[in-house]
């Protein structure tokens, strides 16, 4: 199933997490309205029609706080 790989910061300070973006992951089925590989046409489309759980990636940690945090 197509997923959704997400990029954050490690804010060590606090703990928090910070979204920098995120990349949708190709399953290759043929049976993924969202692949690639999905036929067109596709009739009757009985294929599924969500993406999968998002993986998240922690891609750098950092050792001050969050933004949120550094207002507080």
Known sequence: MCHRLLRFVKH?????????????????????????????????????????QPHRLITNEVPDKCPLCKRS
């Open 12 to 52: 060590t300070a606090c703990g928090h997490n910070s979204f920098q973006g995120d990349s949708v992951i190709d399953c290759r089925s043929r049976d993924c309205t969202i692949s690639s590989h999905h036929p067109s046409p596709c009739n009757p489309c009985t294929c599924r029609r969500y993406y999968g």
